[in-house]
Nanobody, 126 residues
């Protein structure tokens, strides 16, 4: 069984930074990992994703240049460094495990992920 636990969310002023962590138990090192977010009244959207080697990453346009996804397979942990935060980044952030082993293609759709964390709230005040 795989469990994903996010941490690092909180309240921050616009322009500030947060670092989210996703600690995994169970097999994740062979799969891509992704960060998604969901704001009230909106659909869940992908924020960033990374292949199992860390060699390829994806960022949604609105966070390019501000967010960085990384992973430490020795620690079974995935990170999302968020800089220059904006009020529109306010959402619950979820990490998720990709379904496929050893893929070099970054999965972008929620249905390409099979395990999800419980989420961590990020609130950016203006």
């Amino acid at each position: 069984q795989v469990q994903l636990v996010e941490s690092g969310g909180g309240l921050v002023q616009a322009g500030g930074s947060l670092r989210l962590s996703c600690a995994a138990s169970g097999r994740t090192n062979s799969m891509a990992m992704g960060w998604f977010r969901q704001a009230p009244g909106k659909e869940r959207e992908i924020v960033a994703a990374i292949t199992w080697t860390g060699g390829s990453t994806y960022y949604t346009d609105s966070v390019k240049g501000r967010f960085t996804i990384s992973r430490d397979n020795a620690k079974n942990t995935v990170y999302l460094q968020m800089n220059s935060l904006k009020p529109e980044d306010t959402a619950v952030y979820y990490c998720a495990r990709g379904k496929n082993y050893y893929t070099f293609v970054v999965p972008l759709s929620p249905n390409e992920y099979d395990y999800w964390g419980q989420g961590t709230q990020v609130t950016v005040s203006s």
